[in-house]
């Protein structure tokens, strides 16, 4: 199974809103609802941000969204804070009911 | 809080074993379905192994499927990676992961810290 593709890196100002794309295709991102995004800040463990496409888990900023067209998964932040600068992770659940993870992000906050 | 807390990693030559446990605090494991995550030194996260609440339904990464055991005991409140025959591109650290309730499969909201297992002669 093939690493989904991000790419490396990304960057914004803050107040801006950028959006990280995660591309597969019809075996993962296309065919299931089950795409999650991860931000890792160095040193730390990922943490959970948007989870079957779309859905944020309580506590996460709602500067946070997610979207999916076709293969490819979309992960929006709005307002864009220094705290948001990190490695964002995508991931999907594939046809062979496996985990495939995207190859990370670096988001850089000017 | 909930905690959960990898052990059992180490140096290991080529071709040894190595059994990684995660003890939980803070919650039952027992509804939980659990995964294995590793990241290499300085690169991204790759999905190892999942395991359904009961164990009764098992996954495996194509790159560690016959070589890796994932289980679990309930009563024990811990989760276990069983891990033959390392190569070294096994040399990661190894998470340990919660499943979003809510979620139907693979959204993880619990890691833990990790372990670390190098694989070199």
């Known amino acids: 199974q093939s690493a989904l593709t991000q790419p490396a890196s990304v960057s914004g100002s803050p107040g801006q809103s950028i959006t990280i794309s995660c591309t597969g295709t019809s075996s993962d991102v296309g065919g299931y609802k089950y795409v999650s995004w991860y931000q890792q800040h160095p040193g730390k463990v990922p943490k959970l941000m948007i989870y079957?496409?779309?859905n944020r888990p309580s506590g996460v900023s709602n500067r946070f969204s997610g979207s999916k067209s076709g293969n490819t998964a979309s992960l929006t932040i709005s307002g864009l804070q220094a705290e948001d600068e990190a490695y964002y992770y995508c991931?999907?659940?594939?046809?062979?009911?496996?985990?495939?993870f995207g190859g990370g992000t670096k988001l850089t906050v000017l | 809080e909930v905690q959960l807390v990898e052990s059992g990693g180490g140096l290991v030559q080529p071709g040894g074993s190595l059994k990684l446990s995660c003890a939980a605090s803070?919650?039952?494991?027992?509804?939980?379905?659990m995964n294995w995550v590793r990241q290499s030194p300085g690169k991204g996260l790759e999905w190892v192994s999942y395991i359904s609440s009961s164990g009764s339904i098992i996954y495996y990464a194509d790159s560690v499927r016959g070589r890796f055991t994932i289980s679990r005991d309930n009563a024990k409140n811990s989760l276990y990676l069983q891990m033959n025959n390392l190569r070294a591109e096994d040399t990661a650290v190894y998470h340990c992961?919660?499943?979003?309730?809510?979620?139907?499969?693979?959204?993880?909201?619990?890691w833990g810290q990790g372990t670390t297992v190098t694989v070199s002669s």
């Open positions: 803070g919650v039952s494991l027992s509804i939980y379905e």
């Open positions: 079957e496409v779309n």
């Open positions: 992961t919660r499943e979003h309730i809510a979620a139907r499969i693979y959204a993880m909201d619990v």
């Open positions: 991931s999907s659940y594939t046809g062979s009911s496996t985990l495939v």
